[in-house]
C-alpha cells in the first residue's frame, strides 16, 4: 500500500519489520525515521549505514529494511528490486517472496505475482496469507479481462509531475473543484521526510461551458501553511469547507486533524478545528490522525478516517454527528466491520444517495488501494461492500472517488501509468451505450435481394419507423439525426413486408444489454404470387381418416401464424394424396383433410371467408408413378409417396378488408 500520499504524517508509526535492530549509530538513526514514519529519510540513511557495515548478515538486514521503507511508500518497482536484493544477500526470512509477490501484484504482473506467492509457500508452508493474496491475483486478472462499463482518462489539466489527489466540488453546479497537490509552488520550503517531495496545499481550478480547466490556482494562506493539507469536502450550500490539516516541525510526527473555513465568494474564514480526538492515556504514545472529511447531503454527518482506538485494525472510517453550524456533536462513532477492515480504510465519500464509497488496501483487491462502494442500509449504516473493479481500480493506487451528483461520473485519484507522474486526478464515466439495426431482404427461394421492401420497427417506448431497403436489398438504422433509431432498454417489433411476398415478422431487445450491439438481420421473404402452391411443414392425419393428429396441429402453427401476420390474403388450403388407392376414394379423402385443416384455422380465430379447403386427391403428383417405378429400393418409393401426401396452400388474392375482431398477431395484445 503506498503510504506517501496519505497525507504527510497521516501514518502508522511502524514497527521495524525484522524485529531487530540495526546496529550502528546512521543505522539508529534510520531506525528512529523509519519508526517515525519518515520512509524517504530512512532509505537514504539505511543506505549510508550499509556502505559502512562489515557483517554479511547485518548488511542483508539493512537491505531489508530499505524495501521494507519502499513498501511503505509504496514504490512497488523498487520494493521489489530490493527484496531480490535481500534475497541475494541471503536474508534468512522468506517472507520477502510474499512481498516480491505483493510488489508484482501492486504493478499488475499477476502471473509473476502468482509465481512469487507459489515460492513462498513453499518456504513457509505454515502461512495462509499468501492463499489469500494468490486468490485476489486470480480474481484481478478476471477483471482486467472483463472490464466495467466505466471509462477512465487522466485530467490532464489538473496534474502535475508532483503528487495531485483528491478533488471535491467546490460549487453548486460541480464545475469547479478544490484538490490536493505538492506541486513546487505549495506553501513551505521544507521536504517531507516521508515522501521527499514538498507539502502539499489545497489548490482550485475552474472548468468553462467548454470543459477546460483554469490554471489551478492556492488556496489563501488562511487554509495553506507550512505543514500539510490535505483531503477536503464542501457542503451542499458550498459555504462550508472541511479539510485536512497536518502541522510540521522538524523530526516530529504530529496527528492530522480536521478543519473548517466558511467560504464567502472566493475568500475563506478563520479555520476552526474540530475537536474529534479522544482523551488519550499518558502512556498511550499512539500518534491519533484524524483526516479525509466527507459529509452528507443533509450536512448533519461528517465520515472520516483515523487510527483512534476502538477500530477494526488500521485506519478506520468513522461518523460524527453534526449541528446546525457544522460542528461535531457527542462522540464519534467506528462505522463496524461490516465497512471496516484490519487494513487500512480511508478516503470516504458519501453520495447525494447516501451510499458510501471509500478506499481500502484489504488483501482482495487488485494491488495497492483499490475503490469500494458501500450501500446505504439505514440511518448511518452501510453494507454489502463491493470492490469497484476494472477500469476504476488498477494495480496502482486508486482512492478519492467523487460522484457529479447522480450522474455516473466524476473524478478520482490513481498512481496507474499514463498520468503526469506520481498521483494524478482522473475522470470517470459511463459513455452512452450505442445500438444500432441493419441487415438485408431476400427472396426466400431465389436468394436474391429484394429492393424496395418496407422495414417498419415499432418501439415499447412508442417510438415507430420504417424505411424501404435499398438497390442491394439492405436497411440501415442507425442514427436519427443527433439522436439513434435502437435506444437503451428498450423492445422493439419489425416487420418486413413487400408486394407479392409474405410478411416476415421479428423481434429484438436492448433491455438487459450491458454494451453497445449492431443487430445484422436477413430476412428472407417467402413470394407468394397468385396461385403459386408453397410447402407447409409435414401435416400428420389419423390412418386413412381426415382428423388431425396433435402433431398436425402443430405443423399447422406456421400457416395459422402466415394469416395472422398477413391479414389481407385469402388463401386456398390444398391436401393431396399418394397415387395409390382408387381416385374417388383419394379425391374424397384429400377434401376432407383439406376442410379439417381449414375448421381447425376457423377454431383458433381465423375468418371462415379468407380460406378455401380443395382436395386435388392424386391429380397433382409432385413426383410420378412412372419415376416411382424406377426407384431400386422399398424407402425410397415410400419417401416419394410421401411427398406426394401433402398439403399446401396458395394466395388467391391480397386485397381482403380484415374484420375488427380478427385473430391477433403473435406476442400482441
Not at 124 to 133: F, H, L, Q, V, Y
Not at 314 to 326: A, E, M, P, T, Y
Request: aromatic residues 10%; proline residues 5%; negative net charge.
Amino acid at each position: 500500500m503506498s503510504m506517501r500520499k496519505f497525507l504527510t504524517c497521516f501514518t502508522f508509526i511502524l514497527a521495524c519489520a525484522s524485529g531487530v535492530l540495526a546496529q550502528g549509530k546512521q543505522a539508529e538513526e534510520a531506525d528512529v525515521a523509519f519508526q517515525k514514519g519518515f520512509f524517504f529519510n530512512a532509505i537514504e540513511l539505511y543506505k549510508k549505514a550499509y556502505t559502512t557495515e562489515k557483517k554479511a548478515s547485518e548488511k542483508a538486514v539493512l537491505i531489508f529494511k530499505v524495501a521494507e521503507a519502499y513498501r511503505a511508500l509504496g514504490d512497488a518497482p523498487n520494493a521489489e528490486v530490493w527484496y531480490e536484493k535481500a534475497n541475494k544477500a541471503q536474508y534468512p526470512d522468506p517472507i520477502t517472496y510474499y512481498y516480491i509477490g505483493e510488489a508484482l501484484k501492486d504493478q499488475g504482473k499477476y502471473a509473476e505475482a502468482i509465481a512469487a506467492y507459489n515460492k513462498y509457500k513453499e518456504k513457509n508452508p505454515g502461512d495462509t496469507r499468501a492463499d489469500a493474496s494468490l486468490a485476489s491475483c486470480q480474481q484481478a486478472q478476471a477483471w482486467k479481462d472483463a472490464p466495467t462499463r466505466y471509462k477512465v482518462d487522466p485530467e490532464v489539466l489538473l496534474n502535475s509531475p508532483q503528487y495531485d489527489f483528491s478533488a471535491t466540488f467546490s460549487d453548486k453546479r460541480n464545475s469547479d473543484v478544490v484538490f490536493v497537490s505538492s506541486r513546487p509552488a505549495s506553501t513551505g520550503t521544507e521536504t517531507d521526510g516521508i515522501a521527499g517531495e514538498s507539502f502539499t496545499d489545497l489548490y482550485a481550478s475552474s472548468r468553462d461551458k467548454l470543459g477546460k480547466w483554469s490554471e489551478p490556482v492556492r488556496l489563501e494562506p488562511t487554509i495553506n501553511t507550512a505543514g500539510a493539507e490535505g483531503p477536503a469536502v464542501f457542503n451542499e450550500k458550498r459555504n462550508m469547507m472541511y479539510f485536512t490539516r497536518c502541522p510540521h516541525e522538524k523530526k516530529k510526527a504530529f496527528g492530522c486533524d480536521i478543519w473548517v473555513s466558511k467560504k464567502v465568494g472566493n475568500n475563506y474564514s478563520e479555520p476552526v478545528m474540530l475537536p474529534l480526538k479522544p482523551q488519550q492515556d499518558k502512556k498511550d504514545t499512539t500518534t491519533i490522525t484524524i483526516g479525509h472529511p466527507a459529509i452528507s447531503k443533509d450536512g448533519a454527518m461528517l465520515v472520516f478516517s483515523s487510527n483512534m482506538k476502538g477500530g477494526q485494525g488500521g485506519k478506520d472510517l468513522w461518523k460524527v454527528s453534526l449541528d446546525k453550524n457544522g460542528m461535531p456533536m457527542g462522540q464519534a462513532a467506528n462505522l463496524g466491520k461490516e465497512v471496516n477492515s484490519p487494513k487500512d480504510d480511508m478516503f470516504p465519500f458519501l453520495r447525494e444517495n447516501g451510499d458510501l464509497y471509500f478506499a481500502s488496501n484489504v488483501i482482495g483487491g487488485m494491488g495497492g488501494m483499490d475503490i469500494y462502494h458501500a450501500a446505504k442500509t439505514g440511518e448511518g449504516t452501510w453494507g454489502h461492500v463491493e470492490n469497484m473493479k476494472y477500469p476504476l481500480n488498477s494495480s496502482g493506487d486508486d482512492f478519492s472517488i467523487i460522484f457529479d451528483g447522480n450522474e455516473e461520473r466524476g473524478f478520482f485519484t490513481s498512481n496507474r501509468p499514463g498520468g503526469k507522474g506520481e498521483d494524478d486526478i482522473w475522470r470517470f464515466y459511463v459513455p452512452d451505450m450505442v445500438f444500432a439495426l441493419q441487415g438485408v431482404a431476400k427472396d426466400k427461394v431465389t436468394g436474391n435481394p429484394l429492393p424496395g421492401t418496407k422495414i417498419e420497427v415499432v418501439g415499447t417506448d412508442g417510438s415507430n419507423f420504417s424505411a424501404l431497403t435499398d438497390e442491394n436489398g439492405g436497411f440501415n438504422f442507425e442514427e436519427n439525426g443527433k439522436d439513434r433509431y435502437i435506444k437503451e432498454n428498450t423492445s422493439y417489433t419489425i416487420r418486413a413486408s413487400k408486394d407479392e411476398y409474405l410478411v416476415v415478422n421479428d423481434q429484438i431487445t436492448t433491455v438487459g444489454l450491458k454494451e453497445s450491439t449492431t443487430f445484422v438481420k436477413e430476412y428472407l421473404l417467402q413470394p407468394a404470387a397468385k396461385n403459386v402452391a408453397i410447402a407447409l411443414p409435414e401435416v400428420l392425419f389419423e390412418l386413412d381418416k381426415a382428423s388431425l393428429t396433435p402433431q398436425g396441429k402443430d405443423s399447422l402453427q406456421t400457416l395459422y401464424n402466415t394469416l395472422v401476420e398477413n391479414p389481407t390474403i385469402v388463401i386456398e388450403l390444398a391436401a393431396h394424396t399418394d397415387t395409390r388407392g382408387s381416385d374417388k376414394y383419394n379425391l374424397n379423402l384429400s377434401q376432407n383433410r383439406a376442410q379439417s385443416c381449414v375448421n381447425y384455422l376457423i377454431s383458433k380465430g381465423i375468418d371462415p371467408a379468407r380460406m378455401v379447403a380443395k382436395g386435388y386427391g392424386e391429380t397433382r403428383p409432385k413426383i410420378t408413378d412412372a419415376e416411382i417405378a424406377k426407384m431400386a429400393t422399398t424407402e425410397e418409393k415410400e419417401a416419394a409417396h410421401q411427398k406426394n401426401r401433402r398439403v399446401e396452400f396458395s394466395v388467391k388474392s391480397f386485397d381482403f378488408v380484415p374484420k375488427a375482431n380478427e385473430a391477433p398477431a403473435p406476442g400482441s395484445n
